[in-house]
């Protein structure tokens, strides 16, 4: 099956500072999501992004499919960001949703 | 709109004990997933469905069942419950497969 993998794994930021996530995967995709986890669970869909640029306030992604990469920009950065961040990817008719490892991030005050 | 409700939130269960948990949308989602999430890790799928009646196997579906009798109601079951299935499960909707992904709070389960 399809392999995603996503870096860094950990991240510590102070509030105010940039960050660039990273997820990489080794086959061809249809879709391409990223997920935030806030501290109590919670898994909020932030971007579906196949392929392209998309933006929504602070955080923004880009996908180059013909690469096998995404990534996800977070500007500015606020300690509600805190939590883990996931990609999730699928490919071929079946549509099967594969996670990476996530990539968990604390930002302090 | 309630989105995607799962009960319970906790459970502990003992070895070979079975349970069920709910999960019920109200977005009209044809698609619905199952997932655990292990301590530090990804989503796994446990099984999935593409519309009423209809079910499938995910990635580590032994040890669970699943029915689906109507669009908005997707309950996972466990039978003979064992410590290897002390998870956090997710049930999740989507309007289209592959996208558009709505999860459930979440319900932590522990067997002791």
Redesign the interface.
Known sequence: GIQVEQSPPDLILQEGANSTLRCNFSDSVNNLQWFHQNPWGQLINLFYIPSGTKQNGRLSATTVATERYSLLYISSSQTTDSGVYFCAVSSGGYQKVTFGTGTKLQVIP | NAGVTQTPKFRILKIGQSMTLQCTQDMNHNYM?W?RQDPG?????IY?SVGAGITDK??VPNGYNVSRSTTEDFPLRLELAAPSQTS?Y?C?SSFD???????G??TRLTVV
């Open positions: 997933y997932y890790m990804g989503l796994k799928l999935y995910g990635e956090v997710f999740a497969r592959g996208r558009g992904y709505t999860f709070s979440g």
